[in-house]
């Protein structure tokens, strides 16, 4: 079957990219069709929602599976591995990959952390020599954040650091205590730390979404849409606007091309019935996620089109990156005993530190940043597990039974600091995804196979991690917990995908030789095909690249509207 | 076998002799039978279709024996007993808590099975017949030779490390129940306004706001106002 009339536009996926795109589009007047791989979903239906449930609501106790990694109660569904869509990893390479599959994709579940790129984020060829700079700066990008902070709101501070740009932030909440003692070692220790940047209402934005009643679930969505969630925040009111199909349930297979070469429409399979759909379309806008909108592209070939298309100059799944991470955590023997009270929060950290080092010398690229975590949080699958270790580092024995047990759990209960480093990685033309020619999924499109491996740039900035870490945990207090992981095991550095920033993959530039896209998303080789998602990263931050998702998507989406204006799609 | 004549069957278990093969074993009183609170079956948590199947077929498996569940239940009841305000692992439903979570995570399966069987094999040696037969101060002095990871003796390992993921099991099976948030005192999991740490407990850590830090805080008394900024992106609400 196919439609009759061709949309204006055939937005391809509904997380961050693809909900602003199909939101924009929509509010400036064109027919969208928005194609999403898994259901409806919205958490404010009791049928879907997982927030304020007890742990005894589930009889795993909120514990991970297969089909929810990341927890029983956590939002997104998907996950690192999906029945009937494989993917494959070359000799001696490793990934990760986490696929969602519902509307709104990973801004289900993702940490609302909103951070701006700076300046120096779009230029880094030019301050280190690797990788290559962004064709465009901050100049041009800082409308279209300033845009995003107002209608979708992030709380946090005007600093004026150089590279952690201001915004039009809402008031932050006060730090927790295990928040105060963060900020204690980290003043000793003389590493800045400021209100953290999350996109969650500390005040009304609107009239339609509610504001956050600090229950620090954010990763379970949120019902009251006082968090950004693609689906709360921009899809409902695109689709309230009229002009919006949405085929949820949906694979997109290929961008179908005209003997001109451009986009006729989208090649899809209806999930639940297994039937075949076509849709065409004036534009069509890729927002699949990087991996997966390089997999459609590189999938859809023709005569046009003979490697794909978009991939006349071979960049396709090229220059994948991710972020890098490192955590360790800490035991702070002047939180035992503490008083219990509410201290849920906001989901997410009260506090952070930005990236302090950039004029420093040290062996390695580009910077992290640091979240920090612990408190009194609610009991789930886990807690309890060597409930008096730390009597340990009290000269104390450690192990026993009976009702002296009660009086451990409470006298450790929220005693823990945590912090993970997140960082930029130097992006290679080597670390790739391509067409596995072996593997098909179960709707007959082929799988992707991964080629990825760190450098030593990484490699020496989880290093750096660690000492800093261990510095600023022994600074608030801490006693540290577990080993310091050495060299043979990368000093804990994540694996790669596993922080689930992954970006570049249809890379933006002005020479179609080396890059995908041009500066607006538009793909060099066609000019109706656009990328709405991470793929046109030229290099991920070590900042959370969602809001740099949003700003890109809405200002691709402007640029199709005008060029739409002009006659010239 | 419905719940009810599944414990009728435990009772008679618990109260039986030996089972043959120790038939020299002495058979001590177990101190009657064991019960516990059972746990529900079904559960309504915004599931995915593929996830209500997988656990209506983790609820239909059987995994553990009579005698490996009351074992389990003897176990918990010692590391949480029910003698308590806030009730104990028993009254937490703790070995159904068990039997499930093994079943979905598979790796736990042979740990406790293995830890059980290693468990009665040494009680057995110990005091002639196995862990659920033998008196009350027979199973703690067992227990006090298992329970503390530090202990020396090497035969005890496979015992040390199975008690010890027994303890883990029953703490994080009570603590995730009514009764362990009671034991607890948790108080979260409502909507609320958080406002900062309470004054005293700053008190007594010693803690400050700092005065620079507070000012750009939110201020909860105008959250329900719409926000806005100046063009210099200074907030105005």
């Known amino acids: 079957m196919s439609t009759a009339d061709p949309y204006d536009a055939i937005v391809v996926g509904s997380g961050a990219g693809g909900g602003m795109a199909t939101w924009a589009l929509a509010r400036a007047g064109l027919r969208v ?159 800045p730390v400021y209100p953290s940047r999350l996109s969650i209402l500390t005040k009304r934005i609107n009239s339609e979404r509610g504001v956050c009643v600090y229950c620090r679930q954010c990763s379970r969505a949120c019902g009251l849409h006082a968090d950004f969630s693609s689906s709360t925040v921009l899809i409902y009111p695109a689709v309230a606007t009229g002009r919006v199909d949405v085929y949820s349930n949906t ?117 992290y940043h640091l979240e920090i975590g612990g408190g009194m949080n609610m009991p789930s699958y886990g807690f309890g597990f060597a409930a008096n270790q730390y009597k340990r580092f009290l000269g104390e024995r450690v192990g026993g039974y009976g009702n002296g047990l009660r009086d451990d759990v409470r006298r450790f209960y929220g005693s823990r600091l945590s912090i993970a480093c997140r960082g930029e990685s130097v992006p290679q033309y080597g670390n790739y995804c391509e067409l596995d020619p072996n593997v098909v999924d179960e709707w007959g499109i082929p799988a992707l196979r991964f080629h990825y491996r760190w450098t030593e740039q990484e490699i020496n900035q989880a290093r750096h991690m660690q000492d800093t870490m ?97 006659r010239n799609l | 076998m419905n719940k009810t004549s599944r414990r009728e069957a435990l009772k008679s278990l618990l109260l039986a002799p030996l089972a043959a093969g120790v038939a020299s074993a002495t058979g001590c009183a177990t101190g009657g039978a064991v019960n516990w609170n059972e746990l529900p079956r079904e559960y309504s948590y915004g599931r995915t279709e593929a996830e209500r199947q997988r656990d209506r077929e983790l609820f239909a498996e059987t995994y553990f024996s009579e005698h490996e569940l009351v074992t389990i239940a003897v176990l918990c009841d010692i590391i949480l007993p029910s003698e308590h305000p806030n ?26 099975r293995g830890g059980i069987a290693w468990l009665d094999s040494y009680a057995i040696g110990e005091f002639g017949a196995d862990f659920a037969n033998i008196g009350e101060a027979q199973r703690l002095a067992i227990c006090d030779r298992i329970a503390w990871p530090d202990a020396e003796d090497p035969a005890l390992r496979p015992g040390i490390r199975f008690f010890s993921l027994m303890r883990d099991l029953t703490l994080t099976g009570y603590y995730t129940t009514e009764h362990g948030f009671r034991d607890l005192g948790y108080q979260g999991n409502v909507a609320n306004v958080w406002d900062g740490v309470p004054e005293q407990t700053l008190q007594r850590h010693g803690m400050r706001y700092e005065p620079e830090w507070l000012e750009k805080c939110v201020d909860q008394s105008r959250r329900d106002i719409i926000a806005s900024w100046d063009d210099d992106m200074n907030p105005t609400s």
């Open chain 1, 33 to 191: 069709a928005l194609v999403e791989a898994g259901p409806w979903y919205d958490p404010a239906d009791e049928a879907q929602r997982t927030q304020f449930r007890y742990p005894w609501e589930s009889p795993r106790r909120g514990a991970g599976t297969r089909l929810r990694p990341f927890g029983d109660f956590n939002a997104c569904i998907g996950g690192w591995e999906l029945d009937g869509e494989p993917f494959t990893t070359a000799d001696d390479t490793d990934f990760m990959w986490w696929r969602a599959r519902m509307l709104g994709g990973r801004t289900n579940h993702w940490g609302r952390i909103s951070l701006r790129f700076g300046p120096l984020d779009f230029k880094r060829r030019d301050i280190d020599g690797l990788g290559d700079n962004w064709p465009i700066g901050y100049g041009d990008l800082k409308p279209w954040y300033d845009k995003v902070d107002k209608l979708v709101g992030v709380f946090g501070t005007n600093e004026g650091l150089p590279n952690d740009p201001d915004g039009f932030f809402l008031p932050p909440p006060k730090p927790r205590l295990h928040e105060l003692y963060y900020i204690r070692g980290a003043r000793r220790a003389g590493i």
């Open chain 1, 251 to 367: 694979m997109v297979r290929k961008v179908d091309t005209g003997a001109d070469g451009r986009a006729t429409g989208v090649s899809c399979i209806d999930r639940e019935n297994r039937r075949e759909l076509r849709l065409n379309g004036r534009t069509v806008v890729l927002a699949a996620s990087a991996c997966s909108s390089a997999r459609i592209l590189l999938n859809s070939i023709s005569a046009q089109h003979t490697s794909g298309l978009g991939n006349s100059g071979g960049h396709v799944g090229r220059y994948l990156h991710d972020s890098t991470g490192a955590s360790r955590a800490a035991f702070l023997p002047e939180l035992m005993d503490r008083d219990v009270y509410n201290e849920d929060g906001v989901g997410g950290m009260h506090v952070y530190t930005p990236w302090w080092l950039e004029d420093a010398q040290l062996d390695f690229a580009r910077g």
């Open chain 1, 470 to 566: 261990e510095e600023l945990l022994e600074a608030a207090g801490g006693v540290l917990l577990g080993g310091k992981p050495g060299p043979e095991r990368q000093y804990g550095l994540t694996r790669p995908g596993e922080i689930i920033h992954e970006v570049g993959t249809t890379r933006m530039g002005d020479d179609p030789a080396t890059s995908v896209t041009n500066r607006f998303g538009q793909l060099h080789d066609a000019d109706n095909v656009f990328v709405a998602d991470a793929g046109t990263f030229v290099s991920q931050a070590d900042k959370n690249p969602t809001w740099t998702i949003l700003a890109l998507a809405w200002r691709t989406s402007e640029h199709i509207v005008e060029q739409m204006r002009q």
């Open chain 2, 87 to 112: 009730g104990g692992a028993l009254d937490a439903g703790l070995p159904d808590f068990v039997e499930f979570i093994v079943k979905d995570r598979e790796s736990l399966k042979l740990p406790v």
